[in-house]
Each structure stands twice: as C-alpha cells, then as structure tokens.
C-alpha cells in the first residue's frame, strides 16, 4: 500500500497570503488529522476529519481550516499567513481514528512565510 | 488535559552502547502511549504503543518500553544502538475516548557517536 502523501513538500509565502496544503491518506483510512510541528511549540494538534465531518479540533485560530472529500483526501487552508505560521504541518491517517489505533504520518509539507 | 514531558533535549551515545529515553505523561486514567521517531526530512513512524495488558511493550527495530503507572512514565530502551538510531524521539498521549488528537512530548534528539 502507498503511504500517506502530501503536496505540495515545499512552500513560500509572505504575509497576508493564504496556502492550501493537500493530503492522501493511506487507501482505506477514513481518518485525517493534521499537525503543526514548530520548535518552539513541537507537534500541536490540529485538528481531525472522519467520513468528511470535523470530529475534533484544536487550539487554533480561525483562520485555520480544513475539509475532508468522499475519497478521504483532504485539505487544509491558512488564511492572512502570518510569520508564526512558518511550520512543519504533518497529515495522519487511520482507518477510522479511534484513540488506540496507530497514526501513519505522511513527510509533512513545510511552509515557510516570509 | 494530558500533557507529555521529556526531560532530554538531547542525548549523545555511543554505538552499540545501551539507550534509555525518558517521558513522563499527566493524564487522569491509564492513558494509550505510543513512542515515535522522525528522522530528517521524514514524518513519524511509530516505534511502539501501549495500551493495556502487559507493561513492557516490545516495538519496531528493537525498541522496548515499559509503563510505569506509580511514575506516570514511559520510558523507551535499547539494549545497543546503531548510528542508524539516530534521529528525533517523541513519546506521545492518546485520551481514551478519542477526542483532541494525539498529545506530543517535544521530543529527544539523540546522537549517535562511533
């Protein structure tokens, strides 16, 4: 089975734009959740999409977003970048996104905001 | 909320020396734990998990930890590593239920030395 991807691996933007990141999970999962992975903060959890519904979310602004489509790929968008938003952002799936089931993490893309 | 503290930035060892990684978790039951590694440019790839039963668990590339719940630790061994271990180790929390995603230590950079 292929493994989790994401597109695009590399991102410059400057402030005030918006980026739109992309991930396919792995065939069969119907869990995405996404992660942002900063030095100073580490791996900060996103948020989580299952059968194209928002499960759960975390401590982020609003100007973080995501969806999720019917073939299980999803999205998320920045929107007004903003330097601290300069980050590893690293897409998970599973087949259904329970607690103990294991997480396969896709390279990450990194965005880096100028 | 749970939280995750690993207490070594960094750890240098020598090859084929023996590795013990710490992390400790705050949560309020028995947690589901996973250790993590990333290495350069890669995402995560689980090493180990622990859910219930057993409290040494045996992982991926000879890996092991053990679940201490009176230290609220879980602690990740090696009895001789390879220059190939070298990369960056994240003990994580799952909450039973599911919600919020996984929660990340800020990892351990460990150094390899021949």
């Known amino acids: 089975k292929a493994g989790v991807t994401q597109t695009p691996r590399y991102l410059i933007k400057t402030r005030g734009q918006q980026v739109t990141l992309s991930c396919s999970p792995i065939s069969g999962h119907r869990s995405v959740s996404w992660y942002q992975q900063t030095p100073g903060q580490g791996l900060q959890f996103l948020f989580e999409y299952f059968s194209e519904t928002q499960r759960n979310k975390g401590n982020f602004p609003g100007r973080f977003s995501g969806r999720q489509f019917s073939n299980s790929r999803s999205e998320m968008n920045v929107s007004t970048l903003e330097l601290g938003d300069s980050a590893l952002y690293l897409c998970?799936?599973?087949?259904?996104?329970?607690?103990?089931?294991?997480?396969?993490f896709g390279p990450g893309t990194r965005l880096l905001v100028l | 909320a749970q939280s995750v503290t690993q207490p070594d930035i960094h750890i240098t060892v020598s090859e084929g020396a023996s590795l013990e990684l710490r992390c400790n978790y705050s949560?309020?039951?028995?947690?589901?734990l996973f250790w993590y590694v990333q290495s350069p440019g890669q995402g995560l790839q689980l090493l180990l998990k622990y859910f219930s039963g057993d409290t040494l668990v045996q992982g991926i590339k000879g890996f092991e930890a053990e679940f201490k719940r009176s230290q609220s630790s879980f602690n990740l061994r090696k009895p001789s590593v390879h220059w190939s271990d070298a990369a960056e180790y994240f003990c994580a929390v799952g909450a039973r239920g599911g919600a919020d995603g996984l929660t990340f230590g800020k990892g351990t950079h460990l150094i390899i030395q021949p």
């Open positions: 998970a799936s599973g087949p259904l996104g329970t607690a103990q089931e294991t997480q396969y």
């Open positions: 949560y309020g039951a028995t947690p589901y």
